[in-house]
C-alpha cells in the first residue's frame, strides 16, 4: 500500500483505534503497512494541497469545530464525489441526526 489513507475522526483516539483495526482487517500478513500509512486529520489545513485523497469519517467526526472546513477542502480536493457532497449538504442543513455518531462514511474508494 503506498496511498495514504487520510481518518477524519472526532478524536484522535478514535482514529488510532479504528487504523489499528483497519491494519488487523485489511493487511494482517503484511508488515508494510503500519500507522505511518495513515494520517489522521488533525486540523483541516492537513488537507490542503492534496490531490483526490482517499480516506474516511468515523466515529463522532460531526462533533468537530472544524468539520464544515474539513469538508470545504476536501470538495476542492476531491473530483465529484458524491458521498462527500452529501455530507456538506447535511452539513449545511443541520440534519436532526447532527450530534449522532456515524461509524464510517467513506469519502473515496479505498482500493
Known amino acids: 500500500m503506498n496511498e495514504k489513507i487520510y481518518v477524519i475522526a472526532g478524536t484522535s483516539s478514535q482514529a488510532k ?24 486529520v488533525d486540523s483541516a489545513s492537513r488537507l490542503r494541497g492534496l490531490n483526490n485523497p482517499h480516506g474516511v469519517f468515523i466515529g463522532t467526526w460531526r462533533s468537530r469545530s472544524d468539520i464544515k472546513e ?4 476536501l470538495l476542492q480536493c476531491c473530483y465529484r464525489n458524491p458521498a462527500l457532497e ?11 441526526h447532527w450530534g449522532k455518531t456515524i461509524h464510517t462514511a467513506i469519502f473515496d474508494e479505498l482500493n
Open 86 to 96: 452529501k455530507i456538506n449538504q447535511e452539513l449545511l442543513s443541520r440534519h436532526n
Open 70 to 73: 474539513i469538508v470545504e477542502n
Open 17 to 40: 483505534g479504528w487504523i489499528m483495526q483497519d491494519i488487523e482487517k485489511k493487511y494482517p500478513n503484511d508488515p508494510s503497512v503500519t500507522i505511518s500509512n495513515y494520517v489522521y
